[in-house]
C-alpha cells in the first residue's frame, strides 16, 4: 500500500530566506505526486504535481519540487519566502492506475519577519 | 470559477445526535473524497465514489458513519450516534476519473460534539 511521510511537522523560516519541506513516499509501482497548501479556514490547494518526464517541478507562488525516484522523494523548496507563505503544506501520493489519493501529515510553515 | 460546496460550515451538536454534512462537487466531476483532518492524525481518507458508486470506505467507523451520493450534484457524510472524538473538520473533494487530474476541495465543515 501507498504511504506518505513529511518529516517535519513544523519549519519556522525568516522572511526571504529559502525553505525545503521534505516529503518521502512509499509505493510498489510508479505512483503521481502532489504537493497543497492550505490557508487557515479553508480547504487545500493545489500548488504543482508530477506526472512524468522532467523530475523539477514548478508550481504556483514560486514554489517547485523534485522527483527522486532512487530516494523515493518529493521534496518542495522557495527560493525566497513572504510573510504570505504561512499555510500548511501537504504532500499526496496517488498510485498510477488507481484514483486513491493519500496525503501526509503536513508541514506546517510559519514565516517570520 | 467553479468550485466545491460544502454545507454546514461550522455544527456544534451534542453527544448521541446524528450529524449531516453535506457537499455539492464542482459540475462534471465523476469522482468525491470524504477526508477528516484532526491535528493529531492530519488528513484521513474516510471514503471515496467514483460515479456514485463507492470505492473505498475502509477509513471510515462503519457502525456510526455512513456516506452516500443520492445524486450525481450531492454527496452526504452522516454521523448516527456522534461522539466527542468525531469533532474535527470534514472535508469534501472532487475530481475526474484520471490519477493525474488534482482533486478540488471544498471549505470544510468544522464539527464540535460536545
Known amino acids: 500500500a501507498q504511504s506518505v511521510t513529511q518529516l517535519d511537522s513544523q519549519v519556522p523560516v525568516f522572511e526571504e530566506a529559502p525553505v525545503e519541506l521534505r516529503c518521502n513516499y512509499s509505493?510498489?509501482?510508479?505512483?503521481?505526486l502532489f504537493w497543497y497548501v492550505q490557508y487557515p479556514n479553508q480547504g487545500l490547494q493545489l500548488l504543482l504535481k508530477y506526472l512524468s518526464g522532467s523530475t523539477l517541478v514548478k508550481g504556483i507562488n514560486g514554489f517547485e519540487a523534485e522527483f527522486n525516484k532512487s530516494q523515493t522523494s518529493f521534496h518542495l523548496r522557495k527560493p525566497s519566502v513572504h510573510i504570505s507563505d504561512t499555510a500548511e503544506y501537504f504532500c499526496a501520493v496517488v498510485t498510477s492506475g488507481t484514483y486513491k489519493y493519500i496525503f501526509g501529515t503536513g508541514t506546517r510553515l510559519k514565516v517570520l519577519a | 470559477d467553479a468550485r466545491v460546496t460544502q454545507t454546514p460550515r461550522h455544527k456544534v451538536t451534542e453527544m448521541g445526535q446524528e450529524v449531516t454534512m453535506r457537499c455539492q462537487p464542482i459540475l462534471g466531476h465523476n469522482t468525491v473524497f470524504w477526508y477528516r483532518q484532526t491535528m493529531m492524525q492530519g488528513l484521513e481518507l474516510l471514503a471515496y465514489f467514483r460515479n456514485r458508486a463507492p470505492l473505498d470506505d475502509s477509513g471510515m467507523p462503519k457502525d456510526r458513519f455512513s456516506a452516500e451520493m443520492p445524486d450525481a450534484t450531492l454527496a452526504t457524510l452522516k454521523i448516527q450516534p456522534s461522539e466527542p472524538r468525531d469533532s474535527a473538520v470534514y472535508f469534501c473533494?472532487?475530481?475526474?476519473?484520471?490519477?493525474?487530474?488534482?482533486?478540488?476541495f471544498g471549505n470544510g465543515t468544522r464539527l464540535t460534539v460536545t
Open positions: 509505493s510498489s509501482v510508479s505512483v503521481y
Open positions: 473533494a472532487s475530481g475526474l476519473q484520471s490519477g493525474n487530474s488534482p482533486l478540488h
